[in-house]
């Protein structure tokens, strides 16, 4: 919390006392929901937040050390449930929850996922400061939210194939974007934000950093991605609803949005080049396979 408080990310941090400490209460703050973050500038604008988050809160020694905080958990709460041989040995139960024939099933299934997952890299490479549960109730926004006039949230589908470098999806050479051709979508607009959107950006603010640490920036961003599929004031807010996980215009209106921002005029202005297209595209696909790992630890 001082380490946020520092950067002025989050509710400012007054002051500590033996068992507990002061933060700043936001006057006439409102909760985003489930249909704000799907507003195509509302997500634009919580990218570029979550981009400073993550360039902007420098990580502890010990930390980096440690890899990342998702699968240390993970690993942790397996562990504490393989204290309890009544619940692993029960096959119907795991059938149930986990869509496993059993325990040992999961587990190893568990283990080649995560081999497969940092096969080519460290664990603890490319590790940032992550906020870990940036769903809709954590982000507030401190003046009415201006949805956009035009319902630009688009399709969404499941079926979501990796950005490759083939034709079919997007020659690498493109001057136009790794969107769709039918899109119609503005790429200028989304990587250009007028000052006024920047200036409203310092309007949103993130709360409850309790599961905050460090992880690889696509697991926070598969996270909140995942976090599209939840409505928490439903009777049944455990319940994920795969069809509303962002399609692909979605993803990369996002993703545009979070790699332009903090690079510069420079860099903006050669954005057709393959460099660019390809941190969105690495991105897109990190997504993709990191978005287990969000399911697995909060099923965990």
């Known amino acids: 919390m001082a380490r946020l408080s520092i950067q002025n990310i989050g509710p400012s941090l007054y002051g500590c006392f033996?068992?507990?400490?002061?933060?700043?209460?936001?006057?006439?703050?409102?909760?985003?929901?489930?249909?704000?973050?799907?507003?195509?500038?509302?997500?634009?604008?919580?990218?570029?937040?979550?981009?400073?988050l993550h360039n902007g809160v420098p990580l502890l020694k010990s930390e980096l050390e440690n890899g990342p905080a998702c699968w240390q958990k993970i690993d942790q709460w397996l562990e504490l449930i393989e204290e309890h041989p009544n619940w692993i040995n029960d096959d119907e139960r795991i059938k149930t929850i986990f869509n496993c024939a059993n325990w040992s099933q999961l587990t190893s299934n568990i283990h080649k996922y995560k081999q497969w997952l940092f096969k080519?890299?460290?664990?603890?490479?490319?590790?940032?400061?992550?906020?870990?549960?940036?769903?809709?109730?954590?982000?507030?926004?401190?003046?009415?939210?201006?949805?956009?006039?035009?319902?630009?949230?688009?399709?969404?589908?499941?079926?979501?194939?990796?950005?490759?470098?083939?034709?079919?999806?997007?020659?690498?050479?493109?001057?136009?974007?790794?969107?769709?051709?039918?899109?119609?979508?503005?790429?200028?607009?989304?990587?250009?934000?007028?000052?006024?959107?920047q200036m409203q950006d310092k309007k949103l603010v993130v709360i409850d950093f309790e599961y905050s640490g460090p992880n690889q920036a696509s697991y926070d961003l598969a996270n909140h991605f995942s976090e599209w599929m939840h409505d928490y004031s439903s009777s049944k807010p455990w319940r994920c609803n795969p069809v509303l996980f962002p399609s692909r215009e979605q993803l990369l209106n996002f993703l545009y949005s979070y790699v332009s921002h903090l690079k510069g005029s420079s860099f903006l202005k050669k954005r057709s080049t393959k460099d660019f297209e390809d941190e969105v595209r690495y991105y897109y696909n990190e997504v993709l396979k990191w978005r287990g790992t969000p399911q697995l630890f909060w099923s965990t």
């Open 18 to 52: 033996e068992n507990g400490r002061f933060e700043q209460f936001l006057e006439n703050a409102t909760t985003l929901t489930k249909d704000d973050i799907r507003d195509w500038d509302t997500s634009q604008r919580i990218a570029r937040r979550m981009k400073e």
């Open 120 to 197: 080519n890299q460290s664990s603890k490479s490319h590790l940032v400061f992550c906020h870990n549960d940036t769903q809709y109730g954590n982000l507030l926004f401190n003046s009415p939210l201006l949805n956009t006039p035009v319902n630009q949230t688009l399709r969404s589908t499941a079926d979501n194939d990796d950005i490759s470098d083939s034709a079919s999806i997007l020659s690498s050479t493109s001057t136009q974007s790794l969107f769709p051709s039918t899109s119609n979508v503005s790429l200028d607009k989304i990587i250009n934000p007028t000052r006024q959107d």
